[in-house]
């Protein structure tokens, strides 16, 4: 195929830019000239002028939890608390009874006027459906009451490295962050497989419509390669992925001689995620004062960077 009468962008520094563009299968071949008689009786394209990219790379991306919050009450454009609320009672009435009410996005620093949220003020709008609300840097965690009651104890709220907000009383607020968000949320909140896979398919289509082309995926702490190599076994992965594993895995990795980049042309892994501490917007990044929540210390990082690259990761 030649793409031909357009714009396109190489990023070669030799050659900045091209009028057309030679493809052969499913490999770029070069510019139209040299390699144009490398391929039989091309199909050609006319552009019109159109401009030609290469595909996007999202860098940072947790691809299975991004699609399986395009079904989620979605909080990113509230401006107050009252509108954010407004969101959640609306959602509610779609609810089946017993079944959880998921939602992300809402950042309180961005509320006119910023106030806290608490589970007084969603018990208000959810009544009995338990609620769970992931703020916008995925590091703090709204619960109402009827959420904070399915933690039966044998899973409890405060963990090394996590904080339950609570108020003069000493009851929960309603407000978990870091460990105690994340531990909450994967003993209660996490869609099965194949929610997650029906939400994926449906996020693939919109990536590639946007122009991804790869990912750089960080949802390995909730198994997404497993999710990756089933939409790669039946035909459904069309953009390539390089996928995390949590840092914890560094271990197994040494004993098992996993090299980095072990996969297929679709999906391969080869990185480690870790957090250090929290973040500006839940209040919980570590400060030079000795706020906030460290969840790795300088050490502990020094270790997993030499047992990684030991491990060839």
């Known amino acids: 195929m030649i793409?031909?009468?357009g714009f396109v962008h190489t990023l070669d520094p030799a050659l900045p830019t091209a009028r057309a563009l030679a493809i052969a299968g499913e490999r770029v071949a070069g510019g139209v000239g040299t390699h144009e008689t490398a391929l039989a009786s091309?199909?050609?394209?006319?552009?019109?002028?159109r401009?030609?990219?290469?595909?996007?790379?999202?860098?940072?991306?947790h691809f299975p939890s991004w699609a399986a919050a395009q079904r989620e009450v979605r909080l990113e454009g509230a401006r107050s608390l009252d509108e954010a609320l407004a969101q959640v009672a609306e959602a509610v009435s779609s609810v089946a009874p017993g079944r959880w009410l998921r939602g992300r996005?809402?950042?309180?620093?961005?509320?006119?006027?910023?106030?806290?949220?608490?589970?007084?003020?969603l018990d208000k709008v959810t009544g009995d459906t338990p609620t769970a609300l992931m703020a916008r840097d995925y590091h703090s965690l709204w619960l109402n009451s009827a959420a904070l009651a399915r933690a039966d104890g044998s899973t409890p709220?405060?963990?090394?490295?996590?904080?339950?907000?609570?108020?003069?009383?000493?009851?929960p607020t309603g407000i978990l962050r870091e460990e105690s968000a994340w531990r909450f949320r994967d003993n209660y909140l996490l869609p099965t497989d194949d929610e997650f896979l029906e939400a994926m398919r449906a996020g693939l289509k919109i990536a590639v419509a946007r122009g991804v082309t790869a990912?750089?995926?960080?949802?390995?702490?909730l198994g997404a390669p497993r999710l990756w190599r089933r939409l790669e076994a039946e035909g459904a992965l069309m953009l390539r992925v390089w996928q995390s594993l949590p840092?914890?895995?560094?271990?197994?990795?040494?004993?098992?001689a996993l090299p980095a980049g072990i996969g297929s042309d679709l999906l391969r892994l080869g990185y480690l995620k870790a957090f250090l501490d929290g973040t500006l917007g839940s209040q919980t990044a570590r400060l030079l004062d000795g706020g906030g929540v460290e969840l790795m210390s300088r050490e502990e990082l020094a270790n997993i960077v030499r047992q990684a690259a030991e491990a060839g990761w």
Do not use: M, Q, T
């Open 3 to 5: 793409l031909e009468n």
């Open 42 to 49: 091309p199909e050609r394209v006319d552009l019109g002028g």
């Open 51 to 61: 401009c030609v990219v290469p595909g996007f790379n999202d860098a940072h991306v």
């Open 105 to 121: 996005g809402w950042r309180s620093g961005d509320w006119e006027p910023v106030i806290e949220p608490n589970r007084e003020a």
């Open 157 to 171: 709220l405060e963990v090394h490295g996590g904080v339950v907000e609570r108020d003069e009383r000493g009851e």
């Open 215 to 221: 990912v750089h995926d960080k949802d390995g702490w």
């Open 247 to 256: 840092v914890d895995y560094v271990d197994r990795l040494e004993e098992l």
